[in-house]
């Protein structure tokens, strides 16, 4: 199982100082909380994309490039990648790219974004966030696969032989997870390309969760890709951790408090209840955890978010200290006890290279001006 | 015997309540004309007043607490609502519009309701046409013709055969005939039911707006 932390990139005031992080430091700070997780032994970095203050993250391949010359082994991933506003062909190129040079240690997590305004500023109605979701990644899907596409949609401009660079690491595309809180179409959209489903499981009741990948497993058996608890899941979770549980609520409480989506709202221990977050000390975490199991099945990814509403770099590098070092360890135990043996590990590049039967180059050579040799059709 | 289920929404603020007083009899003039008719009649009465905080939290987070989820379910699962407010600066209160503001917007289409409100003076009366019948047209429920207002001379004159009591029986009967018209409710609304499959969302679908 992997283990790792997502990041939305929010600049938010600190409520216990007053004081707002400026671009960037909060851009420098999600550097180091990417080097921090490779260095206490977490799997994955995922970073949001975002396209409006308070959100810093608006460029994720060019942060995630970063990132990967500064780590060995970490897995980069998006969280989400807006598959609604930014071009099919763009995301291709780009995250390609990003394959090559991380030697494939990146996949991504697809996501509509549910900010009205971003929707006009690239061009598109957030009406029509759900089609758009559907067409953008299935040309993306084919982008991957083919060498060269001839290809009409209602939401872009038509292809006609085009051919997207670079192609990918030894011809096998990153993995693709979707994500979505509530939209039973993104379950059936992963569910159908055996892509893997992650359910945002953060600020929403469990149940969204359990009823989202129970019919993500449904579909992808129906779809024919494995059995449902062959399907590849992934959960978000919040957590507040320090020794002694009563430390962590009274230190975690005013940022809750204050927090953007949920502030000034319920109380922490009603969000709690209401939640999977969990605010206690290390074993309350790694018990809340293994719950997670009960409701979803045997999953593939957690990740956990550590960063947000405020809390200074500080804090949130002792917290990765605690999960990396107290937590992690245990839950990779426990769960790898309980999981049956015929339920997958999430795909690795290493893992989809071996499953195509070995690397292979992918280069796509330009068309020949002398010979008009043009470049094969490989589907 | 038909198995039918009422539910009542009352958004009075003091305890005890005048708006809940009329949402009472209201509901209970209902049930007995639904028993004599032949169905057996379940009543789940929503006090908004215990869920106040509940329905903020709601609009701030974006989903109901445990308690609320409940009760929104007993109103958008009914076969008919009984809807009752004060009614405060020429309309409904805000935490009855507040609590059908969370609600899914579809999940009360067709769904027989009656409307009721208390106010100080009958001069409030017509708020009951200006205001919540226009509410519930736009959630296109079907609202009786009768909608009941009390003022403080209806209480005054009595319940047992004032004026008032006739209006309540004349609702109550027309919330019935609503009611009887329509196959029993079969519960709330599932969210997260696929109502298409993937070849079709791809095919774009006839309402897919093109940005």
């Avoid at chain 1, 067409?135 to 038509?158: C, F, I, M, Q, S």
């Amino acid at each position: 199982m992997q283990f790792g932390v997502f990041t939305v990139g929010d600049v938010t005031v600190d409520p216990t100082t007053g004081r707002e992080p400026t671009e960037h430091e909060r851009i420098k700070a999600m550097v180091a909380i990417a080097l921090k997780a490779e260095e206490v032994g977490l799997d994955v970095f995922a970073a949001g994309e975002h396209h409006n203050p308070p959100f810093v993250p608006s460029s994720p391949t060019t942060m995630l490039g970063h990132i990967a010359a500064r780590t060995e082994r970490l897995l980069l991933s998006t969280a989400t990648t807006l598959i609604t506003t930014n071009d099919p062909v763009k995301i291709a190129e780009d995250y390609a790219m990003l394959q090559h040079l991380s030697d494939g240690r990146v996949d991504l997590m697809m996501g509509r974004g549910n900010t009205g305004p971003v929707y006009p500023w690239f061009g598109k109605d957030i009406r029509a966030g759900i089609p758009l979701a559907i067409e953008n990644y299935d040309l993306l899907h084919r982008l991957w696969r083919e060498d060269v596409v001839d290809w009409k949609g209602k939401y872009r401009t038509p292809l006609q032989s085009f051919t997207s660079t670079p192609r990918p690491l030894d011809g096998v595309p990153p993995f693709v997870w979707h994500g979505s809180i509530r939209s039973p179409e993104i379950a059936e959209q992963a569910a159908y390309y055996g892509d893997g489903f992650f359910a945002n499981h953060i600020f929403w009741p469990k149940e969204h969760t359990q009823r989202m990948v129970e019919l993500y497993r449904q579909r992808y058996a129906h779809y024919g890709h494995g059995t449902a608890d062959q399907a590849i899941v992934g959960l978000g979770g919040q957590v507040f951790m320090r020794r002694n549980s009563q430390d962590a609520v009274r230190e975690f409480r005013p940022y809750f408090d204050n927090a953007p989506v949920y502030g000034h709202g319920p109380s922490l221990e009603e969000f709690t209840r209401e939640t999977p977050l969990t605010v206690g000390s290390p074993q309350q975490v790694i018990d809340r955890t293994l719950g997670f199991r009960e409701y979803v099945g045997d999953y593939q990814r957690q990740l956990f978010l550590m960063d947000h509403a405020g809390l200074p770099l500080k804090t949130v590098l002792e917290q990765l200290d605690l999960l990396g070092e107290e937590v992690v360890p245990v839950l990779r135990k426990e769960f790898a006890a309980l999981r049956p043996a015929h339920v997958p590990e999430a795909p690795t590049h290493a893992s989809m290279v071996a499953a195509a039967g070995g690397a292979k180059d992918s280069t796509v050579h330009a068309v020949d001006d002398v010979t008009g040799k043009a470049p094969e059709v490989t589907r | 015997m038909t198995h039918r289920t009422l539910a009542v929404v009352s958004a009075g603020l003091s305890q005890p309540s005048s708006t809940r007083l009329l949402a009472d009899q209201l509901a209970a003039a209902t049930r007995d004309e639904l028993v004599r008719r032949g169905s057996e009649v379940e009543l789940h009465v929503v006090d908004l007043r215990e869920y106040a905080h509940d329905v903020v939290n709601n609009m701030l987070t974006g989903f109901p607490p445990t308690a609320l989820r409940e009760a929104i379910d007993a109103v958008t699962g009914a076969d008919g609502i009984i809807a009752v407010t004060p009614i405060f600066s020429a309309s409904y209160n805000g935490l009855f519009k507040s609590f059908f503001d969370v609600l899914d917007a579809e999940s009360l289409v067709d769904r027989p309701v009656l409307i009721g409100a208390t106010g100080g003076t009958a001069r409030h009366s017509l708020a009951l046409e200006h205001a919540v019948r226009p509410m519930f047209a736009y959630l296109r429920s079907v609202v009786v013709p009768t909608a009941v207002f009390a003022a403080p001379e209806d209480w005054a004159d009595g319940t047992a055969d004032g004026a008032l009591r006739a209006r309540i029986l004349r609702g109550a009967g027309e919330l019935a005939d609503q009611i009887e018209r329509r196959p029993p409710a079969s519960g709330p609304a599932d969210p997260f039911a696929l109502t298409t499959d993937f070849l079709q969302m791809l095919g774009g679908g006839p309402d897919a707006p093109v940005s």
